[in-house]
């Protein structure tokens, strides 16, 4: 079953800790997004990854950090200096062939600072 | 700058009430428009991707329509079911694989 899997689906963190999201992929994508989603906002775009071992900054990555190994993979680190991070986190992948293909969203993890 | 406003933020309809949600964006150099479908607690669903002015596509009881300005989700005949919120999203030339979100419309639709 090909998709985008996303955990922990709940995450709480204590103030001053870095916690890492994690999000796997199947769809042998060679593009991956993460989003962050606030109540009566769009979504925003952290970082993004259009090919392994290459990242960049979206409109609001301080705060945020990444790394992109494997294909597969893209794991989003919250350190400390995220100072609001509670939130819904979304990852997204596409091909990354196209000029406009279609990214497709992983479940999301609700992250909640304590 | 590239923007997306999609109007209203809420829509409450009676089952079998037709109805539209509108995009509208600026953005140079349009790649493609995107519709997707949220359900509380989830990751949004893709739709449709729309890419030029005068392009429509259907899905059931959805049919997405595009002009140069705007984009519309026209809902006909709504069921319960598609009780939910829905996205628009663009790319511009400017933002090779970025998608500029709007907020959202959530729509109701009663029995």
């Known amino acids: 079953d090909g998709g985008i899997t996303q955990s922990p689906k709940y995450l709480f963190r204590k103030e001053g800790q870095n916690v890492t999201l994690s999000c796997e992929q199947n769809?042998?994508?060679?593009?991956m997004y993460w989003y962050r989603q606030d109540p009566g906002q769009g979504l925003r775009l952290i970082y993004y990854?259009?090919?392994?071992?290459?990242?960049q900054k979206g409109d609001i990555a301080e705060g945020y950090s990444v790394s992109r190994e494997k294909k597969e993979s893209f794991p989003l680190t919250v350190t400390s200096a995220q100072k609001n991070p509670t939130a819904f986190y979304l990852c997204?992948?596409?091909?990354?062939?196209?000029?406009?293909?279609?990214?497709?969203f992983g479940p999301g993890t609700r992250l909640t600072v304590l | 700058e590239d923007q997306v406003t999609q109007s209203p933020e809420a829509l409450r309809l009676q089952e079998g009430e037709s109805s539209s949600l509108n995009c509208s964006y600026t953005?140079?150099?349009?790649?493609?428009l995107f519709w997707y479908r949220q359900d509380p607690g989830k990751g949004p669903e893709f739709l449709f991707t729309?890419?030029?002015a005068g392009e429509e596509k259907e899905k059931e009881r959805l049919k997405a329509t595009l002009t140069k300005k705007e984009s519309f989700l026209h809902i006909t005949a709504p069921k319960p079911e598609d009780s939910a919120t829905y996205l628009c999203?663009?790319?511009?030339?400017?933002?090779?694989?970025?998608?500029?979100f709007g907020q959202g419309t959530t729509l109701q639709v009663k029995p």
């Open positions: 999203a663009v790319q511009g030339a400017s933002n090779t694989g970025k998608l500029i």
């Open positions: 990854s259009q090919i392994v071992n290459d990242f």
């Open positions: 997204a992948s596409s091909s990354g062939q196209a000029a406009a293909d279609t990214q497709y």
């Open positions: 953005v140079s150099g349009l790649r493609g």
């Open positions: 729309l890419y030029s």
């Open positions: 769809l042998n994508h060679d593009a």
